[in-house]
């Protein structure tokens, strides 16, 4: 934690003592795990290695009774067996129990079939994400991007400088609901709601400004008993 909290500060501190032309350049950052999550052939990998990874455990698992067969079969005839014959059995648990652990680390094991098989699928997926991830630097003309997934742990990220949907799009995995203009429809006006009773108030003036009918008669009406 230290390393990589000692990395990223390094960057940061490189970029402020490099000087004023360098602190104006452009950066962003990235999430590359969360884009190859989205990558339909991340997920076809993903698929294959987790059935090689079921295969192999289940090859363990079988292995793993045999030695419990060995074991329960020694405890059983123990009394019965002479010396040479306890250490031969003996000998033979030690041999499957080295058996197993030698395929588990073979097959699980640092550099073992499964990190090279997964080193083999993903490899294309990554060189696709970094293509793009190249792309989009140029057409933004960013100096650095930095991986949020990466060895790096950043403490703080401004989603002002999160290119991760850019690169979506130039993989054509883009939210439909990021970074798109959004859509212009037709003005619509709605017409004010009438007042409840209206019709039956002779002062009511209608929505259109135009006093009705009942309300012009009595107005003028009242107009012509006026006192002069």
């Known amino acids: 934690m230290r390393m990589r909290l000692a990395g990223v500060l390094g960057v940061v501190a490189g970029l402020l003592l490099a000087g004023p032309a360098a602190q104006a350049q452009k ?5 590359s795990e969360f884009i190859m999550g989205k990558m339909p052939e991340f997920a076809k990998a993903q698929k294959e290695l987790n059935g090689l990874s079921e295969t192999w455990q289940k090859e363990i698992e079988a292995q793993k009774k045999d030695l419990d067969h060995l074991y329960h079969t020694y405890h059983d005839e123990e009394v019965v067996l002479t010396e040479p014959m306890k250490k031969k059995r003996q000998d033979e648990i ?10 588990q680390n073979k097959q699980f094991g640092y550099e073992g079939q499964l990190f090279k098989k997964r080193q083999e699928l993903n490899k294309p997926v990554q060189d696709k994400v ?12 960013l100096a650095m991007v930095i ?15 999160d290119y991760t949907e850019f690169v979506l799009e130039e993989l054509g995995l883009a939210a439909e609901d990021r970074n798109q203009p959004g859509t212009k429809g037709p003005v619509k006006t709605v ?3 009438k007042t409840p009773g209206a019709s039956a108030d002779p002062a009511f003036e209608s929505d259109s400004g135009t006093p009705d009918k009942a ?5 003028k009406r009242a107009a012509g008993k006026s006192p002069k």
């Open 191 to 193: 017409a004010p709601p």
């Open 94 to 103: 030690l041999l499957k129990e080295q058996e197993i652990k030698t395929y």
């Open 215 to 219: 309300t012009d008669a009595k107005a």
């Open 27 to 31: 950066f962003g950052w990235v999430d």
């Open 147 to 161: 991986d949020k997934a990466g060895d790096l742990t950043l403490l703080y990220t401004n989603p002002t400088y």
């Open 130 to 141: 970094f293509e793009a991830i190249e792309k989009v630097a140029k057409k933004k003309q």
